[in-house]
């Protein structure tokens, strides 16, 4: 199974709106709604931010959402914070009945 | 509050097997609603799912993985495990335990521990 495609970076200045997009196939992204985003800041395990495409879980700031259109999923920052540098992974569950992750989109905030 | 807590060797030789223990506190391993994770992140690299396991013993496995991997639960000891054997330098990684719903997203995380693999 191939890794989902995301952008290496994706950089904005404080207050800003950032999008990072996560393309895959109609096996995995595009033919189910079990997309989750995770931020993982230096050294540290990963954080659910997103699950089922757009949901969050309990604790997590409404500054982050997440959606679908096709093959591709999407999350987006609102209101970029300092404390929102770090990496962004997206899985998928496949038809194999397996899960893939994205590369990683490194965040930086200007 | 459930936490998930990795634990095993730090180093392991070429050729041999990575054996890692992940011990559940705070709730149980036999809850009907999840299962149990294994992801790896080569250092300075990205995330790999390994496999997720089920307390009854059932799971999946990354089709990449699947023929060096076995995962299994000790409900006695709150815990599950992974073993990979013929580790080489590419196993080289730090691996986390997860808690994973059953719409594969994973909720809870370990911290981490980091295995080198020696030749």
């Known amino acids: 199974q191939s890794a989902l495609t995301q952008p290496a970076s994706v950089s904005g200045s404080p207050g800003q709106s950032i999008t990072i997009s996560c393309t895959g196939t109609?096996?995995?992204?595009?033919?189910?709604?079990?997309v989750s985003w995770y931020q993982q800041h230096a050294g540290k395990a990963p954080k659910l931010m997103i699950y089922?495409?757009?949901d969050r879980p309990s604790g997590i700031s409404n500054r982050f959402s997440g959606s679908k259109s096709g093959n591709t999923a999407s999350l987006t920052i609102s209101g970029l914070q300092g404390e929102d540098e770090a990496d962004y992974y997206c899985?998928?569950?496949?038809?194999?009945?397996?899960?893939?992750f994205g590369g990683g989109t490194k965040v930086t905030v200007l | 509050q459930l936490q998930l807590q990795e634990s095993g060797p730090r180093l392991v030789k070429a050729s041999e097997t990575l054996t890692l223990t992940c011990t559940v506190s705070?709730?149980?391993?036999?809850?009907?609603?999840?299962?149990w994770a294994w992801i790896r992140q080569p250092p300075g690299k990205g995330l790999e799912w390994i496999g997720s396991?089920?307390?009854?013993?059932?799971?999946y496995y990354n089709p990449s993985l699947r023929s060096r991997v076995t995962m299994s639960v000790d409900t006695s000891n709150n815990q599950f495990s992974l073993k990979l054997i013929s580790v080489t330098a590419a196993d080289t990684a730090v691996y986390f335990c997860?808690?994973?719903?059953?719409?594969?997203?994973?909720?809870?995380w370990g911290r981490g521990t980091l295995v080198n693999v020696s030749s």
């Open positions: 089922d495409v757009s």
């Open positions: 396991v089920f307390y009854s013993g059932s799971g």
């Open positions: 899985s998928s569950y496949t038809s194999s009945s397996t899960l893939v």
């Open positions: 705070g709730g149980s391993v036999t809850s009907s609603t999840y299962y």
């Open positions: 109609t096996s995995d992204v595009g033919g189910y709604n079990y």
């Open positions: 997860a808690r994973q719903s059953w719409f594969w997203f994973f909720d809870l």
